[in-house]
């Protein structure tokens, strides 16, 4: 059985960083991509960073410069590093994995991240 786990949400104040992570199992993550979407309240789920097998990334316009996507391949894990955030940042974050890009196959259940002052 797949499992993806997110873990590293909360609150945070504008300007601040948090950490996401997100462990995987029942699958080998060295040879899926993997990704982090997020999902505001009205809003549509969004791609915010995703990472091929072979270590390409993508990320959204609105994160360039601001957060990290990286894995651990040994570990089976993934992360998104997020600096500078701001209050727009707020929404659910989810990881995900997949075989084709984007990766959308497999799902973790969300954590919930909130920029306010």
């Known amino acids: 059985q797949v499992q993806l786990v997110e873990s590293g949400g909360g609150l945070v104040q504008p300007g601040g960083s948090l950490k996401l992570s997100c462990a995987a199992s029942g699958i080998n993550l060295s040879i899926f991509a993997v990704g982090w979407y997020r999902q505001a309240p009205g809003k549509q789920r969004e791609l915010v960073a995703a990472n091929t097998a072979d270590y390409r990334t993508n990320y959204a316009d609105s994160v360039k410069g601001r957060f990290t996507i990286s894995r651990d391949n040994a570990k089976n894990m993934v992360y998104l590093q997020m600096n500078s955030l701001k209050p727009e940042d707020t929404a659910v974050y989810y990881c995900?994995?997949?075989?084709?890009?984007?990766?959308?196959?497999?799902w973790g259940q969300g954590t919930q991240v909130t920029v306010s002052s």
């Open positions: 995900s994995a997949g075989t084709t890009w984007p990766p959308e196959h497999y």
